[in-house]
């Protein structure tokens, strides 16, 4: 009998051994200078290669200077626009237009998302409707939006929650579906009502999944307000970088086209990597599922 016991005993050590062994760190976290080149050098070498490649097909003298310029031009054109405090300005009409339809579509795609989710008339009747508008490119409501608001802000907005309201609705949606059922169980044996429920259980176990649908919504609100702008141009809109793009193509002046699309581009990684990246890492970290961050 003794003998058994201390095979057990045994058997039971190894079993604690292994899933220590498992739950443990296999090495050592990287320091900070180690976690920062290792986030900020692939990007910065992906960009000089691209730039490379860039200044190889100017040289090649493939197209004339006139569609392609050099990208030492390119930088000297936003270099004048940063010398010049234009740049300061086009920023602040773009990306206040961007955060403000952005906070609205919010606002509107999370009960609406929320009813979807929970109501099946709902998602029966809507659902493939929203989902037929996330497909709709947004620039084909910029003619509709000018005609029924005019050459104003409010058109440039409606084009931004037709944009994004369908991307935040649907991975709040995606999200509540991926929840297990016991979690919905679980708030019912322990008396939560159907509004403390959804506080307390679907919007925190729908985080990740409404969190990819928020940095989805947002890249579509950025895309949908670009051609918003592009198109509805007006003294009284301001000028943002969409407009500073139509500016360029209508000079003809291809590097204020490049340098109007470099500061979009880095105008959205940079909300990608302030805002949204920390956010997402610290939510799935939480989870346990942040490794690959």
């Given at each position: ?8 005993r045994?058997?039971d050590?190894a079993?604690?051994?292994g899933?220590d ?7 050592a976290p990287?320091?900070g200078?180690a976690?920062?080149v ?9 960009l000089?290669v691209i730039g490379c490649?860039w200044q190889a097909l ?13 990208p030492?031009?390119v930088l000297d054109q936003?270099?004048?626009q940063i010398?010049?405090g234009?740049?300061?300005g086009f920023?602040?009409v773009s990306?206040h237009r961007?955060?403000?339809g952005?906070?609205v579509a919010v ?7 929320l009813l979807i989710?929970?109501v099946s ?13 996330q497909?709709l490119p947004?620039?084909a409501?910029?003619p509709a939006?000018v005609?029924w608001?005019?050459?104003t802000?409010?058109a ?19 999200g509540v579906?991926q ?7 679980v708030?019912?044996v322990?008396?939560a009502s159907r509004l ?8 925190p176990?729908?985080?990740p999944g409404f969190?990819?649908g928020?940095?989805?919504?947002w890249?579509?609100?950025w895309?949908?307000?670009m051609a918003a702008e592009l198109?509805?141009?007006?003294p009284?809109?301001g000028v943002?970088?969409?407009q500073?793009?139509h ?7 291809m590097s204020?086209?490049?340098?109007a699309?470099?500061?979009i ?9 302030v ?9 799935l970290?939480?989870?346990g599922l942040?490794?690959?961050?």
């Amino acid at each position: 009998m003794s003998s058994r016991s201390s095979v057990e005993r045994e058997d039971d050590a190894a079993v604690e051994a292994g899933l220590d062994a498992l739950t443990s760190p296999t090495s050592a976290p990287p320091n900070g200078r180690a976690r920062f080149v290792g986030r900020v050098l692939p990007p910065v070498v992906a960009l000089v290669v691209i730039g490379c490649l860039w200044q190889a097909l100017w040289a090649s003298a493939i197209w004339p200077e006139y569609q392609l310029p050099a990208p030492a031009t390119v930088l000297d054109q936003i270099a004048q626009q940063i010398r010049s405090g234009d740049i300061v300005g086009f920023l602040w009409v773009s990306v206040h237009r961007a955060v403000i339809g952005f906070a609205v579509a919010v606002v509107v795609a999370v009960p609406l998302g929320l009813l979807i989710a929970n109501v099946s008339p709902v998602r029966r009747a809507i659902g493939p409707l929203i989902s037929g508008l996330q497909s709709l490119p947004s620039v084909a409501w910029v003619p509709a939006g000018v005609l029924w608001f005019g050459l104003t802000d409010y058109a440039i907005y409606f084009v931004v929650l037709l944009g994004a309201v369908p991307s935040i609705a649907n991975g709040l949606v995606s999200g509540v579906d991926q929840i297990p059922p016991i979690f919905h169980r679980v708030g019912v044996v322990l008396g939560a009502s159907r509004l403390a429920a959804i506080r307390h259980v679907l919007l925190p176990a729908a985080l990740p999944g409404f969190l990819s649908g928020l940095k989805q919504g947002w890249a579509f609100s950025w895309r949908s307000l670009m051609a918003a702008e592009l198109i509805a141009t007006s003294p009284q809109l301001g000028v943002g970088l969409g407009q500073v793009l139509h500016n360029g193509m209508s000079l003809s002046d291809m590097s204020l086209v490049m340098a109007a699309i470099v500061l979009i581009f880095f105008v959205g990684v940079g909300i990608e990597l302030v805002l949204f990246r920390p956010l997402e890492r610290s939510v799935l970290r939480a989870r346990g599922l942040g490794g690959a961050l």
